[in-house]
């Protein structure tokens, strides 16, 4: 295993005071109040520090985006290891997306009314889904003669239904509609798609904004 010294480990803990600090000033502000000044001074660090780490605001921006994304993964990850069915976990890893939103006030802040924009959050969760359909297909679970065209559909509807739902103007029961919706362009008939998305969902424990830089298990965990 790789040790680090004394000085890269300060220049680690210094860079996730940066994030957390972003982090927690889009939840409060918004991603427009951000500059290094109000980074660093939240992050209690010499304004030098910000840029001894990232060229700009941008810059830490997309780092936090990705730190988003990766913790939504792997614990989409563990909400749907118990399942082999690409059905189920598309289904799970579907709801799951809505379920966050709605449950936890942080991240919906953080994800939904912060600012960053929506599409590049999504784009890696739907080429997560987008994997999973790819074995639903080459097993015969799922029957689709344009793959393209029905992701379009899915990304589109999956962006648009999220911020109508955090708007109020559908009610959260509509998470399993959409997730049924899912199945059924995929192939599978309106029955078992209700069944499949009508199951109890697995107990994991969400990590709640500020998020930490993945550990090492963690990163082995969303490769795998």
């Avoid at 994030?19 to 409060?28: C, K, L, N």
């Avoid at 289904?91 to 919906?108: G, L, V």
């Amino acid at each position: 295993m790789e040790t680090i010294n004394r000085s890269q480990r300060r220049r680690l803990r210094n860079r996730e005071k940066l994030m957390q600090a972003t982090q927690s000033i889009i939840i409060e502000k918004g991603v427009n109040a951000l500059n290094p000044r109000l980074i660093t001074a939240k992050a209690d660090l010499g304004l030098g520090t910000f840029y001894n780490h990232f060229k700009t605001v941008s810059e830490i921006i997309d780092a936090v985006v990705d730190l988003i994304v990766q913790h939504h993964l792997l614990e989409t990850a563990r909400i749907t290891a118990e399942f082999s069915d690409p059905a189920e976990i598309a289904a799970m890893a579907t709801r799951f997306n809505f379920h966050k939103i709605a449950d936890n006030d942080t991240w919906r802040r953080l994800v939904m009314d912060s600012g960053i924009q929506i599409d590049y959050l999504a784009a890696p969760i739907v080429q997560r889904a987008s994997n999973n359909i790819e074995v639903g297909l080459s097993t015969g679970r799922f029957k689709v003669d344009d793959i393209e065209f029905v992701m379009s559909i899915i990304r589109g509807s999956l962006v648009s239904v999220a911020i109508d739902i955090r708007k109020g103007k559908l009610g959260f029961e509509r998470e399993k509609s959409f997730a049924v919706f899912f199945l059924k362009m995929l192939g599978l008939d309106e029955n078992e798609a209700i069944e499949i998305c009508n199951q109890p969902f697995p107990s994991i424990k969400i990590s709640n904004p500020p998020l930490k830089a993945l550990d090492e298990n963690q990163q082995k965990l969303l490769e795998s």
